[in-house]
């Protein structure tokens, strides 16, 4: 899919962003994100927005890349998903291993959802969340 012609996201529809391998492009992948939820309310839009940015940038900071991004859309509520290639490097809430006054952001994708989780694959993980829309 190329990131200049969006399609929007209709229930049940699904796509998939590969994140660079070296730079993190939140904004890029924030502007991706966005295009697809045309039609939901601006609170939730902003919500999964930050919640793609949370889990990404967590992707960067803690694992491993190839990294990606994955949205799909349901009729009362939004999963994204992002991938890495460190399978051993579960989250835990609230801690961070960078420090104390680190480690809050998967608290607030916490808040933001209505569930959230790990998935392990073959060389990898996938930490998804689920927000009602």
Known sequence: MDIDTPEVLGTSA???HTLPEREPDLAAMRAWAGSLLGGLPEDVRLDVLLVCTELASNAYEHAQGPRAVRVQRH???VRVEVDDRTPAALPNLGESRL???RGRGLLLV???SRCWGTRDFPGGKTIWSEVNA
Request: no cysteine; proline share 0%.
């Open 99 to 101: 420090g104390d006054s």
């Open 75 to 77: 009729t009362d509520f």
């Open 14 to 16: 699904r796509t998939l």
């Open 110 to 112: 916490a808040q933001l």
